[in-house]
């Protein structure tokens, strides 16, 4: 059974840090794109931001600048470091990740979702 696991998300005020992290446990072969997504009540699901297994990362615009993601292979991670965090990024952050098992292709798994909140 392959699961990611979320951790990280919390209160904080404007213009402070968060780093989520997320961890896929269970038996698999690879793990393609890992990344990131965040909804708020009454509105759909959004990209946050993404990264390949060669580290490659790609980040909506509202995010780019103040967002890093980056992964450790070896401990099948990714994390996300949030800076200069404004009220509009609260949200519950769900991780996302293409998992191949065996004898498959790629598979999309989330995770349970972290909830940001940042006051103003």
């Known amino acids: 059974q392959v699961q990611l696991v979320e951790s990280g998300g919390g209160l904080v005020q404007a213009g402070g840090s968060l780093r989520l992290s997320c961890a896929a446990s269970?038996?698999?072969?690879?793990?393609?794109?890992m990344g990131w997504y965040r909804q708020v009540p009454g509105k759909q699901r959004e990209l946050v931001a993404t990264?390949?297994?060669?580290?490659?990362?790609n980040y909506v615009d509202s995010v780019s600048g103040r967002f890093t993601l980056s992964r450790d292979n070896a401990k099948n991670t990714v994390y996300l470091q949030m800076d200069s965090l404004k009220p509009e990024d609260t949200g519950l952050y769900y991780c996302n990740a293409a998992i191949r098992q065996s004898g498959g292709g790629y598979a999309t798994y989330w995770g349970q979702g972290t909830q940001v909140t940042v006051s103003s």
């Open positions: 269970g038996r698999f072969w690879s793990i393609n794109v």
């Open positions: 990264i390949t297994g060669g580290g490659t990362s």
